[in-house]
């Protein structure tokens, strides 16, 4: 057997989750070993391990099948709940951020435009409401716990609090140098301060096609790259930490309760957010000076906050929903 | 313990009824434990050999998963890295009771043949 197949066996299995590999890992190791040497080529083979190693990971989020700890696969869903709440502060806000800055300008001139506007700045400001609920209650449970279980929730504390403190400084000194704050006069303020639109756009610089076209992106200012360079580390940091944090403590049944029922209601608020993000797409004008324009980045942040959004709702409904085992008959 | 779905309807177990897509590898691996504790591998060519279909290691591996998590397979403490699995008591019953239920079709079902298409 040479070395070769067996590396190429162990690449293979770290497609499937952690769990999964310390459970399962070292046998099946074997099996592709021999598998490999019998058949070195297959695309069953391969299609058949790219679908299972989904699967899994799935089941290890909490997103459904069969998860290794069913005990333990309610808090799987709320941390990927916590996940997925954390990362609609990133795509949304960005989308939002066009459009706020846009009609610092002037406002759109037609009414899909104006009622997406409306619909996706209800649909964040829920949002924002609700995680701010949510993050109370494991916050405070964080804290009282740190003294008991300081050696699990150090990090993720240092994580969440790192990513902010990043967050905020950098959002605070780019959203000043935004062209819009600098003395510049708005022809229409829009629906939204045009403080809150500064700060939206600089907490999500990063979101943006322009990774695509570095001849376009080296004309940026060093800072500005190097902010957006900074920026989604800070904001992994923030999600890791939060993540963990949600997997770590100890939640009693009726927090967990209570955040169940947050997640259900983030997921209805996303959808409200989605469906105006689509309305904004398929009305499709670019409006008044090209300002509601909608770019491929556009396309892609719409399909991936749907899928945001059918991961929301999944891991909201199976918070306290673990597989039960099997009766004995 | 013939546990049926829907009494008289759904001759599945209801251990098999609950494997959805993964019944048949399930079946194909309770029979050929049915024999002896197999690892993995043993497994893949057992059941090439007796069924002429060879189950691909990745729902290999989620049968057996779903086979133990139910309590009807378990793992053979071993020293090799190619652990084997046997079949528990409750998983020899639930496999007798769902091949007499296979079978009471495929018997139905060549009866049935038979008055209308002749024996084979």
Not at chain 1, 51 to 69: F, I, K, N
Not at chain 1, 205 to 212: K, P, R
Not at chain 1, 293 to 312: F, K, Y
Not at chain 2, 61 to 72: D, P, T, V
Request: aromatic share 8%.
């Amino acid at each position: 057997m040479s070395e070769g197949t067996r590396h190429r066996a162990a690449r293979l299995l770290l497609w499937y989750p952690r769990e999964w590999r310390a459970r399962y890992g070292e046998e099946f190791v074997e099996l592709l070993v021999a598998e490999l040497e019998e058949r070195p080529r297959s695309l069953r083979r391969s299609l058949d391990l790219a679908r299972s190693g989904l699967t899994a990971r799935v089941a290890a989020a909490g997103l459904g099948g069969q998860p290794l700890d069913i005990e333990g696969s309610g808090r799987r869903s709320l941390a990927t709940l916590a996940s997925a709440l954390s990362i609609f502060s990133v795509v949304p806000v960005a989308l939002w951020a066009q459009l706020t800055i846009g009609w610092q300008w002037a406002p759109p001139t037609t009414r899909a435009t104006s009622l997406a506007m409306v619909l996706m700045s209800l649909g964040i400001l829920a949002v924002g409401a609700l995680c701010l609920l949510a993050i109370a209650p494991v916050a405070w449970l964080a804290v009282r716990s740190i003294t008991t279980r300081w050696r699990h929730l150090l990090g993720p504390i240092g994580l969440v609090l790192g990513g902010l403190a990043v967050l905020v400084v950098g959002t605070h000194h780019f959203a000043n140098g935004w062209p819009g704050t600098r003395g510049h006069p708005w022809a229409d303020q829009g629906m939204v301060p045009g403080g809150v639109a500064a700060y939206a756009w600089a907490s999500t610089l990063f979101v943006t096609s322009y990774w695509l076209h570095p001849t376009a992106l080296a004309q940026f200012p060093g800072g500005e790259v190097a902010w957006m360079l900074v920026s989604p580390v800070a904001v992994a940091a923030l999600i890791v930490g939060a993540t963990r944090i949600v997997r770590r403590v100890d939640l009693s049944p009726r927090v967990v309760r209570f955040e169940r029922r947050l997640g259900l209601l983030a997921a209805v608020t996303t959808t409200i957010f989605l469906t105006g993000a689509a309305l904004w797409v398929v009305d499709g004008g670019p409006g008044p000076r090209n300002l509601f324009h909608i770019g491929s980045i556009d396309v892609v942040e719409l399909a991936a906050l749907a899928l945001l959004v059918l991961v929301t709702g999944r891991a909201a409904g199976r918070v306290t929903a673990g597989n039960p085992p099997v009766a004995p008959a | 313990m013939a546990v049926t779905k829907r009494e008289g309807r759904d001759p599945r177990p209801e251990q098999f009824s609950g494997f959805g897509r993964y019944a048949g590898p399930a079946t194909l691996i309770l029979s050929s434990l049915a024999e002896g504790p197999k690892h993995g591998y043993a497994l893949t060519k057992d059941i090439e050999r007796f069924a002429d279909v060879r189950l691909a290691p990745g729902t290999m591996y989620e049968a057996l998963s779903r086979l133990e998590s139910q309590g009807l397979i378990e793992a053979v403490e071993s020293d090799d890295r190619r652990r084997p699995y046997r079949l528990t008591a409750m998983g020899a019953e639930a496999l007798r009771s769902h091949l007499a239920a296979q079978r009471k079709i495929a018997d139905l079902g060549l009866q049935r043949l038979a008055g209308t298409w002749g024996a084979a």
